[in-house]
């Protein structure tokens, strides 16, 4: 079944490298069109095409020896004010562990806007938090994520997701809805009915992990996020966020280098200029040493010597060639 999938997935990827602009024969886009969530979903697009968006993970946030260790907000503060300058935009993956402090802080650092991660959406502890967030912050916060990568860490079924969306918008309709998942499984029949959930699609689009992309110009591997994301807008009717892309920064014996990330979001930002339909946020915002070798014992996590290394600013909150590269705000 690994080896099916994974042929599967390589004739995609071949195919949107190959025949970007194919026709497709599939039915209409899908998308939630709840009018309650109109003026979330307009929010939401004038942050897209006028900001700049990163996802973060504060950096005082751990995961060691299967235990989490919250973020404490003198750290998230200085976090974000360290990304402040040249970002103004947020997503983030969890809305607990400390991370109750983000969008106050946000808020006094005049950010334009936050989506909220709910990382396990069965969690009540977890929506509740979100929940009471948007509540407070309502001018800030754009949209709530239940879950990251759900369905392919096997947490979650479509199914289960499309429900938790729906109980979620039965109790807070001027919410605008997302999940997040790497964009293949959007080819699956089975996506159909969460597609038609969600008033916005937050994805996941990573050449590296494509053996064919090792070595490949930066220029191939920004084309090809520009292709699937034009693929996905055949699919989904609602705005389009690539909430993770880009490439990690260490180690060098795999080949990744600072410099090849800076090359990446250079050859990336004309051909994927923000609107407020399809834009793409830079990931992420700071290294996280720990995710080396700890984030496995979190169901459903990536681990790997180059998690760690995802930053555009590394754990001391440097910034490294790929975030010096953007002019400031």
Known sequence: MRNQHAAALRALVLALVLAPAAPCAAAAPACARDPAAAPARTRLAAAMAHGRFIAYEPTSLELVDGRVHAADPASIRADLEALRPRFDALITYDAIHGAEAIPGIAVELKYRALIVGVWDPADPAQLAAALAAVQRYPQ??????????????????????????????????????????????????????????????????????????????????????????????????????????????????????????????????????????????????????????????????????????????????????????????
């Open 140 to 329: 800030l916060i754009v949209g709530v994520s239940l879950g990251n990568e759900s369905v392919y860490g096997r947490r979650q079924t479509f199914g289960a997701l499309a429900a938790a969306l729906a109980a979620v918008r039965a109790r807070a309709p001027q919410l605008a809805l997302s999940t997040t998942e790497p964009f293949h499984l959007y080819e699956q029949e089975a996506s159909v009915p969460l597609l038609r959930s969600m008033d916005f699609l937050l994805v996941n689009v990573h050449p590296v992990f494509q053996p064919w992309f090792r070595g490949a110009p930066a220029a191939t591997s920004a084309q090809f996020v520009v292709n699937v994301v034009a693929d996905l807008a055949r699919r989904f009717c609602g705005p389009i966020l690539v909430k993770e892309t880009g490439e990690p920064t260490a180690p060098a014996s795999a080949g990744y280098t600072p410099a090849q990330q800076a090359q990446f979001y250079a050859a990336l930002r004309p051909r994927f200029p923000p609107t407020g339909a399809r834009a793409f946020a830079y990931f992420s915002a700071f290294d996280a040493p720990w995710r080396a070798h700890d984030a496995g014992a979190l169901p459903g996590a990536a681990s790997g010597p180059e998690e760690a290394y995802w930053g555009l600013y590394d754990s001391a909150r440097q910034p490294k060639p790929a975030a010096l590269a953007l002019p400031p705000l």
